[in-house]
């Protein structure tokens, strides 16, 4: 004799057969999809209270294949610049009842990098966001299969991706010109780790010198924290001649001018000093920070539209083209940057 | 005439056979389990080197149906206490070879913090780290299943899982203990968003308070943007006879600093002021910040190391007692706070 039916629990295939619809159907109603009619919809939310089911992850997941969801590949989440951009993508994506899980990089080794982008494919995301933001997010975004659709946040130019630019390079090149139009015989740079490329404030800075006909300094490198800026500006302050600084960001331009002032310097009254982002603390410094701000929180907002295009197009059977978006900061100018001495 | 066989790809049946090996078998070597002889191993390899049999999602993750991984659950990612026990919880998961996905909750609504989890759950994570440093954190973690291994970081007292207690209420004590050591007739207290609760520092300030039979002032309650925290300075400035205020974290203090200057009083001249958390600005800002130390990302790396002897004492079929770990920090005594202006 077969066993009563009501013993085991019911599956999907049982909730297809009460509602008198497809299997895919069912599966469509579980992942939440636009494509199906009312009253199947109903007829399925009857017979799922009926037969008491729970979806199984399976059901639920592979028999569509697409769970909606956002996954974000990076390679840092704490600095200001990667947790605001962050917080612009659960924004957005919330915004559109997408739910975002981040993966921080692993930088260890290629099989770490590999381990994180499979983990990561694994939970089947229905599109994914890159922030580019150094070396390591860029052989990410290699090793992500062609076929998910994916969105790039920063860093060089791709030929055939959606990409959102923060045009850091003319930033970098902005911030030095204002600087020798406050007439500075030349700008030094303290760069952030990981900075260069040829879409970098660094390059955008080396540009601007050469644009000026000015001789290019030695950059000066600095870890992500203020008491090493501190250290460094211990030493910056006895080059001679030197009157203006631009920092790699404002964590490290707070950083440099207590360091400077340690030393007897005044800031900007021997040396000014320019940050990098508007961090939120670079108002309330003392003095005031002049900076160049970076709107993070769009550059996450605007990515995570551009991926829901696609990935709406993609549902279609539609090819887009690869679109870019640029976001152009501003100069924030406060009082840490003045005209040289000999000026004066 | 049936297809030839190499027309199709490989699956995880051809890998056994040609091993000869089981089925579960090789899923365990595809899930790293060291529960395998070296001898299944390298016949296991050499297989899946032969027919290039490239495992799929289901061959890797369903067959054992838990893929190895840790999941995040926090309402925050970009705060400097979250951001820090985010990296704390990467670092130890990495060094353990698992990978780790943050997912942000989501307040909006029940169902929001419900679709959270269950995207979360349907990763089939090994374990979760619950970040409890505010309500919507707590709501998530009643909401997760019993069944899956998990660690509760901060917050009040869980009395059956395993938790990091960063002992915010005996900080915040200390830190209110401290100010009226100083000769300070009381202190005020600015709180963070959502801070409360009786293992919170802002409990710890009214303890201190109450067992040295000082009035409970009213607490200011501020965002957590500095620059609200400067326009708050400006009102406080202006309080008779207040001498001594308790940040509710650095950059608040930061910022109240800047407010109380901006209405000329000095800092710690006529007003004493404690942050807490030890900001990395912290130590740069002027006057450099007397705070209190919180060791995040030990905190993180702690509760990685509870679940993974709870994932471990699980596949063993073991129970562990729940767990309870102090990480007690410390006052770190800079230039901020001083003698109130009467004892001068």
């Not at 199906?36 to 007829?43: A, G, L």
């Not at 800075?205 to 992500?224: F, G, Q, T, V, Y």
């Not at 800031?267 to 508007?278: K, T």
């Amino acid at each position: 004799m077969p066993r009563p039916k009501e013993k085991r629990a019911p599956v999907i295939k049982d909730v297809a057969a009460l509602a008198n619809v497809s299997v895919s159907t069912v599966s469509r109603y579980l992942n939440d999809s636009p494509r199906i009619s009312e009253e199947s919809r109903s007829r399925i939310a009857h017979a799922i209270r009926l037969l008491d089911y729970h979806p199984s992850r399976v059901a639920r997941g592979l028999v569509n294949s697409t769970m909606k969801s956002i996954a974000v590949l990076t390679s840092n989440t704490t600095l200001y610049g990667s947790s605001m951009t962050i917080q612009g993508i659960e924004d957005e994506a919330r915004t559109n009842n997408y739910p975002v899980s981040i993966s921080k990089l692993d930088d260890d080794s290629a099989d770490g990098l590999r381990a994180s982008i499979t983990m990561v494919m694994d939970q089947n995301p229905s599109g994914v966001v890159v922030m580019k933001y150094d070396e390591l997010a860029a052989k990410a975004l290699n090793l992500l299969p062609d076929t998910v659709a994916k969105v790039v946040i920063a860093g060089d130019r791709e030929s055939d991706l959606d990409q959102i630019d923060l045009r850091e390079n003319q930033s970098g090149r902005e911030i030095t010109e204002f600087l020798l139009g406050l007439g500075h015989a030349n700008v030094v740079h303290v760069t952030i780790p990981g900075g260069g490329g040829g879409y970098s404030r660094t390059a955008g800075w080396e540009a601007a010198l050469r644009a000026n006909d000015k001789p290019i300094p030695d950059m000066w490198h600095c870890s992500w924290l203020p008491s090493d800026a501190r250290e460094l500006g211990h030493e910056i302050a006895h080059v001679d001649g030197l009157t203006a600084i631009f920092a790699g960001n404002d964590e490290i331009a707070m950083g440099l001018i207590r360091g400077l002032e340690d030393e007897g310097k005044s800031v900007p009254g021997d040396i000014s000093v320019i940050g990098f982002d508007d961090h939120p603390l670079s108002s309330v410094w003392t003095p005031p920070l002049t900076t160049y701000r970076q709107d993070f929180p769009a550059a996450g907002r605007q990515a995570v539209q551009l991926l829901l295009s696609r990935i709406e197009a993609q549902e279609r059977g539609e090819v887009l083209p690869a679109r870019f978006v640029e976001l152009q900061g501003e100069l924030v100018v406060r009082a840490s940057a003045g005209a040289p001495p000999s000026a004066r």
